[in-house]
C-alpha cells in the first residue's frame, strides 16, 4: 500500500528579529502517514508538534525539507491547491476557530464555497455532516457563543470533514473538554474515520487518548522526533529515556494503580535557539555517556517498524511494566466515566 503523506527531513526555523540566530522549532524529522491510520503525534508544551501540523496544513512555511502528499510535492502551489479539500484540521481551540459573527450553518459551509460547490450541493452537504457528529439541524441557525464546548468542537469537526478528506489534523482536540465530552469527541473521531475512510495525525499530550486512538506514535522532544513506533510497542516498552520520562510522568485517577519505575530526567530544557552538541537530552538524562554528547545518535530499529534515536536503549531493559500500567489506567478512567454516565 502506498503512503499517503510522508514527510522527509522536514525543519522549521523562525528568525528571531534584530538577530541573526533562530528558534529551531521542527529539527530535521521523518515520518509517514498511511491510507486509514491514525498517527500520534506527543510530547511536551513546546516540543513542536503542533508546528508539524501547520506545516502539512501550508499554515506555516516549512524552512527545509519535504511533505509529500499522494507522492506530489505540496511545497508546490498547484499541488497544494490541487489537495485543497484533501487536507484539513481540527484545532484545539474550537471558539477561535470559528468566527462568531457568523451562525453555524455558514462556518461549516464556508469550505465548500472555496472548492467551487453550488448553493444546494453545499446546503445538502452541510445538513448530512451536522447529522454526522451527532447534532440537531436547529443548532445550524445558532451562533458560536451560544453552543456548548462539546457542541463547540463538533462544529469544528463538522467544518473540517465537509470537504471529505483524506488527512485530518487534530491538534489536541480533546484537551479544553471535561472527561464525558473527551470521551464522547473521542469516540465520534474514531466513528468519522471508520465511516469515512480518513487518515488521521493526532497531536496530543494526552499520552492514554493516544494509546487508544492511534496505530502508530512518535515522541517529539525539542523539535525531534526521538522515538517511533507501533502505539502498543511505544507505550508498553518505551526505548528512550524521554518516552518513558513522558509515560511515567501521567496522573493516574486512582492512586492504589500500579505506577512504573521512572528515568529520572534532572534540569532544565535546553533552549531551541542554542541547542546542544549531539543528543538534545543528554544533560538531562541519567543514562547518558560522553558519547552521548559528541553526536546525534542515528536511528535504531529496536523492533518491527520501531525506532529509537538512542545509543542507550538497551540499558531501559525490556519490562512490559508500562503495558500493564496503561492496561490499569484505561480500565479505571472507564469505571469513572462510566460512574458519570449514570449520574447525569
Given at each position: 500500500?502506498?503512503?499517503?503523506?510522508?514527510v522527509v527531513g522536514l525543519k522549521k526555523h523562525f528568525p528571531i528579529s534584530g538577530s541573526k540566530k533562530v528558534v529551531q522549532a521542527i529539527n530535521n524529522?521523518?515520518?509517514?502517514?498511511?491510507?486509514?491510520?491514525?498517527?500520534?503525534?506527543?510530547?511536551?508544551?513546546?516540543?513542536?508538534?503542533?508546528?508539524?501540523?501547520?506545516?502539512?496544513?501550508?499554515?506555516?512555511?516549512?524552512?527545509?525539507?519535504?511533505?509529500?502528499?499522494?507522492?506530489?510535492?505540496?511545497?508546490?502551489?498547484?499541488?497544494?491547491?490541487?489537495?485543497?479539500?484533501?487536507?484539513?484540521?481540527?484545532?484545539?481551540?474550537?471558539?477561535?476557530?470559528?468566527?462568531?459573527?457568523?451562525?453555524?450553518?455558514?462556518?461549516?459551509?464556508?469550505?465548500?464555497?472555496?472548492?467551487?460547490?453550488?448553493?444546494?450541493?453545499?446546503?445538502?452537504?452541510?445538513?448530512?455532516?451536522?447529522?454526522?457528529?451527532?447534532?440537531?439541524?436547529?443548532?445550524?441557525?445558532?451562533?458560536?457563543?451560544?453552543?456548548?464546548?462539546g457542541q463547540l468542537q463538533r462544529i469544528g469537526i463538522a467544518r473540517a470533514i465537509v470537504?471529505?478528506?483524506?488527512?485530518?489534523?487534530?491538534?489536541?482536540?480533546?484537551?479544553?473538554?471535561?472527561?464525558?465530552?473527551?470521551?464522547?469527541?473521542?469516540?465520534?473521531?474514531?466513528?468519522?474515520?471508520?465511516?469515512?475512510?480518513?487518515?488521521?495525525?493526532?497531536?496530543?499530550?494526552?499520552?492514554?487518548?493516544?494509546?487508544?486512538?492511534?496505530?502508530?506514535?512518535?515522541?517529539?522532544?525539542?523539535?525531534?522526533?526521538?522515538?517511533?513506533?507501533?502505539?502498543?510497542?511505544?507505550?508498553?516498552?518505551?526505548?528512550?529515556?524521554?518516552?518513558?520520562?513522558?509515560?511515567?510522568?501521567?496522573?493516574?485517577?486512582?492512586?492504589?494503580?500500579?505506577?512504573?519505575?521512572?528515568?529520572?530526567?534532572?534540569?532544565?530544557?535546553?533552549?531551541?535557539?542554542?541547542?546542544?552538541?549531539?543528543?538534545?537530552?543528554?544533560?538531562?538524562?541519567?543514562?547518558?555517556?560522553?558519547?552521548?554528547?559528541?553526536?546525534?545518535?542515528?536511528?535504531?530499529?529496536?523492533?518491527?517498524?520501531?525506532?529509537?534515536?538512542?545509543?542507550?536503549?538497551?540499558?531501559?531493559?525490556?519490562?512490559?511494566?508500562?503495558?500493564?500500567?496503561?492496561?490499569?489506567?484505561?480500565?479505571?478512567?472507564?469505571?469513572?466515566?462510566?460512574?458519570?454516565?449514570?449520574?447525569?
Amino acid at each position: 500500500m502506498k503512503k499517503l503523506v510522508e514527510v522527509v527531513g522536514l525543519k522549521k526555523h523562525f528568525p528571531i528579529s534584530g538577530s541573526k540566530k533562530v528558534v529551531q522549532a521542527i529539527n530535521n524529522i521523518s515520518f509517514h502517514v498511511m491510507p486509514g491510520e491514525t498517527v500520534g503525534l506527543v510530547g511536551e508544551s513546546g516540543s513542536g508538534k503542533t508546528t508539524v501540523g501547520r506545516c502539512l496544513l501550508g499554515l506555516t512555511d516549512v524552512t527545509d525539507g519535504s511533505i509529500l502528499f499522494e507522492d506530489q510535492d505540496l511545497a508546490g502551489p498547484k499541488v497544494r491547491k490541487k489537495h485543497l479539500g484533501d487536507l484539513q484540521i481540527v484545532f484545539q481551540e474550537s471558539m477561535e476557530a470559528l468566527n462568531p459573527r457568523l451562525p453555524v450553518f455558514r462556518s461549516v459551509e464556508e469550505p465548500l464555497t472555496t472548492l467551487g460547490f453550488d448553493a444546494a450541493a453545499r446546503a445538502e452537504r452541510v445538513r448530512e455532516v451536522i447529522d454526522r457528529v451527532g447534532l440537531s439541524q436547529r443548532l445550524a441557525k445558532l451562533y458560536p457563543a451560544e453552543l456548548t464546548g462539546g457542541q463547540l468542537q463538533r462544529i469544528g469537526i463538522a467544518r473540517a470533514i465537509v470537504t471529505r478528506p483524506k488527512l485530518l489534523v487534530l491538534d489536541e482536540p480533546t484537551s479544553m473538554l471535561d472527561p464525558t465530552s473527551r470521551a464522547d469527541i473521542i469516540e465520534l473521531l474514531i466513528s468519522l474515520q471508520a465511516d469515512l475512510g480518513m487518515a488521521s495525525l493526532f497531536i496530543s499530550h494526552d499520552l492514554s487518548t493516544l494509546r487508544h486512538v492511534s496505530q502508530r506514535v512518535a515522541v517529539m522532544y525539542l523539535g525531534m522526533i526521538v522515538e517511533q513506533g507501533p502505539a502498543r510497542e511505544v507505550f508498553g516498552r518505551p526505548r528512550h529515556p524521554y518516552t518513558v520520562g513522558l509515560l511515567s510522568s501521567v496522573l493516574l485517577p486512582n492512586p492504589d494503580l500500579p505506577r512504573p519505575v521512572p528515568v529520572a530526567l534532572k534540569g532544565e530544557i535546553p533552549s531551541p535557539i542554542d541547542l546542544p552538541t549531539g543528543c538534545f537530552l543528554a544533560s538531562r538524562c541519567p543514562l547518558a555517556i560522553e558519547q552521548c554528547r559528541a553526536a546525534m545518535p542515528p536511528a535504531h530499529p529496536v523492533g518491527e517498524d520501531h525506532f529509537v534515536h538512542c545509543i542507550r536503549h538497551e540499558a531501559l531493559g525490556h519490562s512490559d511494566e508500562m503495558s500493564r500500567v496503561f492496561d490499569a489506567f484505561e480500565r479505571e478512567t472507564e469505571r469513572i466515566l462510566s460512574i458519570g454516565a449514570r449520574t447525569n
